[in-house]
């Protein structure tokens, strides 16, 4: 079950789970606002208040509140840098809330 993710509190650690979790082991950062386009956080639930320690396997085992207060424009993302660990050399992977794009572009996943 997909849902977008709020920026409050999101930083590079919280990242760097996220990256790990999409196999790209060198790590990556943070971006807030919906950098990556707008995420539809006013009609869907989101996770909110992520704290991550670091040492998570997935961005779900991190700390979050599941009741949200987030509008449209607060969607977190990521940017992670290196090639993804299955060797197939995407370089950056990006992500915001359900968009994901191997490039830098995003879309949404539901079309």
């Known amino acids: 079950d997909d ?3 709020c920026d409050a509190e999101w ?18 950062y943070a971006t807030k606002e919906s950098y ?19 040492r998570e396997s997935s961005l779900l085992d991190c700390r979050h509140e599941t009741f949200d207060d987030c509008g449209n424009g607060e ?4 940017v992670c840098y290196g090639d993804d660990d299955d060797g197939g050399g995407y370089g ?3 992500s915001s ?11 949404d996943d539901e079309e």
């Open 36 to 54: 990556f386009g707008s995420v539809d956080l006013e009609n869907q639930s989101g996770l909110d208040q992520v704290m991550c320690s670091g």
């Open 11 to 28: 930083d590079d650690t919280d990242a760097q789970v996220v990256c790990r979790e999409l196999g790209f082991m060198e790590g990556g």
């Open 97 to 107: 809330g359900n968009r994901y794009d191997r490039y830098g572009n995003s879309y």
């Open 3 to 5: 849902k977008p993710v």
């Open 75 to 78: 969607g977190a993302g990521v």
């Open 92 to 94: 950056n992977y990006s």
